[in-house]
């Protein structure tokens, strides 16, 4: 459950303000976010994070107002509950596939369950890159990396920042087919914000900024 | 070097230069200055204000190592005490330093002839025998490097040659060799040695006496430390230049360890964002970078300190080909932990800096701006 109130948000002060429309998703729902470039998506996506704070409004996550937490409860309650797909670099480039999925766990203070992990990266089609670099995984093998990562905390919100611009259309249905997949099994909303209009089909929710 | 000393506080040797005096009797480096009296000596020692004086009597060696005729209270100076064997009791017995042990693998029982003068020659090797008694502990002083034997040897290795002489010479010795050691002790009062090591009971001592025997006798009095602070004094600056270069590498190294810290930390920003958006606090990031920066100086300190280590021991055994004593001595502990001390204090200070972007890290820009 996801719910926002009247966000803005300004840079810096006497800047441009950014407001942003209502979102209010209910359980299981999910919902595509599309708008041209410097209409501010990162910025709401990093807002709905808590990344930033809004300048007024406030960001409702199962009925509990992110606002209302200190710096370090959000630092936990983010990597505990929350996960972010990105648009390039997902995983931290010194550590193996299988090291970043652990360090994800490890830092999210979740419990590490080896057999769940491999389990997600077969349905990803990662299993047999488990002990890869980063650095030798294609285009398309990090996004679905990325996915992985987003989602094998079980978190309550997926957030999804142009998960799919940077791949051809047939990456995108299956980063698409997977982002939705993961984000059912586990329960979560997902937010995926974009301007790449090949992932419309994919949501029956879009709200256009 | 003035650990070497041991409790020297002054040395009489014969009148000339006081540095070299200190050079060859305390630090075994230069030639003797000459020879003094024994009987003049053993009168200067009966004073009341000196602790304990020893007479001491070079000039020969054996494979460069110098072989000192004294006393046994010799070993107090240093505080030596037995590894193997016994102390020298009789003539012709000798007790080898641990280094001079080491560096000629002998051991108790062997025996070897003595040659002539400071350095190592095959020419003018006397004959009479010495035998190894004993075998030291090793001390790091000057007395590891030394092969130590009675007063009596020395005299003894070196009347020998006079005698001979006087027998081609003189007519009248004819039952000089039955009377031999009996003339050795009539001897005895008229024996030469080279210098007297001498300790006071107070300091007091150091301040009338040296004054009141280069008056009065001709010989001189000299106090090794005033010598050995005069000479680090011309040497000095040599020795200051080359600490600053080392404090200057010390510090560039500092920087330099600095400064890969800080691109590393700048380089990985979008891998620390990540971690800090699963969760990790920035007491965790900070920890990662600290423990990488301990652990880059901590190899680098053990690879720098073992290469120090054999460096040393190819300069010295470079320089060792004629003396077998000098000056430099190993490095110390107390030198490496001053050393280790700095370094960790450096790198803290390094930590401390690069540290700062993660403090002032701002996860939203960095994260957006992943292109």
């Known amino acids: 459950m996801v719910q926002t109130n009247k966000l803005t948000f300004q840079y810096k002060k006497d800047e441009h303000t950014f407001s942003f429309p209502d979102i209010n998703l209910k359980e299981n729902e999910n919902v595509l976010i599309l708008g041209k470039s410097g209409i501010g998506k990162t910025t709401l996506l990093h807002l709905l994070a808590e990344l930033l704070k809004p300048t007024t409004g406030k960001v409702t996550i199962n009925n509990l107002d992110l606002d209302s937490l200190s710096n370090n409860t959000l630092d936990i309650y983010r990597g505990k509950h929350i996960g972010l797909v990105f648009q390039k670099k997902h995983a931290v480039q010194s550590l193996s596939v299988i090291d970043n999925l652990k360090a994800r766990l490890m830092f999210s203070k979740r419990k590490i369950d080896t057999v769940a992990i491999e389990r997600l990266l077969e349905q990803l089609g990662l299993l047999d890159y488990k002990n890869k670099r980063i650095l030798a995984l294609s285009e398309g093998q990090l996004q679905r990396l990325g996915i992985a990562l987003s989602v094998v905390h079980c978190p309550k919100v997926v957030l999804a920042d142009e998960p799919t611009s940077s791949l051809d259309d047939e990456n995108c249905t299956v980063v698409m087919e997977l982002l939705l997949e993961q984000a059912k099994q586990t329960n979560a909303n997902l937010i995926v914000i974009t301007h790449d209009q090949r992932v419309k089909p994919f949501f029956t929710n879009t709200i256009t900024l | ?371």
């Open chain 2, 1 to 371: 070097m003035e650990h070497n000393l041991g409790a020297i506080d002054m040395v009489i040797g014969a009148k000339g230069s006081p540095l070299q005096l200190v050079l060859a009797s305390v630090l075994h480096l230069d030639n003797p200055t000459g020879n003094i009296s024994y009987n003049e000596a053993k009168k200067i020692a009966k004073s009341r204000m000196i602790k304990s004086a020893v007479p001491i009597s070079y000039g020969d060696n054996y494979k460069g190592f110098r072989i000192v005729g004294t006393t046994n209270k010799f070993y107090n100076f240093y505080h030596a005490t037995l590894n193997k064997g016994k102390k020298n009791k009789k003539p012709m017995e000798v007790v080898l330093g641990a280094t001079v042990a080491k560096q000629l693998k002998l051991n108790v029982g062997d025996t070897f002839f003595s040659s002539h003068g400071m350095v190592e020659n095959d020419i003018d090797i006397h004959n009479e025998k010495l035998t190894i008694v004993g075998i030291l502990k090793p001390t790091k002083k000057v007395i590891d490097r030394l092969i130590i034997t009675h007063l009596e040897s020395i005299w003894e290795v070196h009347n020998h040659h006079e005698h001979q002489d006087n027998n081609e010479d003189e007519v009248h010795s004819t039952n000089h060799n039955t009377e031999n050691y009996t003339i050795e002790h009539e001897d005895h009062e008229e024996k030469q040695i080279t210098s007297l090591l001498v300790s006071f009971k107070n300091p007091r001592g150091l301040l009338t006496f040296p004054r009141k025997i280069n008056k009065s006798t001709n010989m001189q009095a000299t106090l090794p430390k005033y010598e050995l602070e005069r000479l680090s004094e011309y040497t000095g600056i040599g020795f200051t230049t080359i600490s600053w270069i080392a404090y200057l590498i010390l510090l560039i190294s500092g920087m330099t360890i600095l400064i890969s810290l800080y691109k590393m930390v700048k380089e990985r920003a979008f891998d620390l964002a990540l971690l800090r958006s699963y969760g990790a606090s920035n007491l965790q990031l900070i920890k990662m970078v600290a423990y990488e920066g301990i652990i880059i100086a901590t190899i680098a300190f053990v690879i720098g300190f073992l290469l120090v280590k054999i460096g040393l021991r190819i300069v010295f055994n470079f320089m060792n080909s004629g003396y077998k004593q000098h000056i430099l001595q190993e490095v110390s502990f107390y030198n490496i932990l001053n050393a280790g001390l700095l370094v960790f204090v450096m790198i803290l200070l390094s930590i401390t800096l690069a540290i700062y972007p993660i403090i002032k890290m701002n996860i939203s820009t960095i994260l957006s701006h992943e292109k």
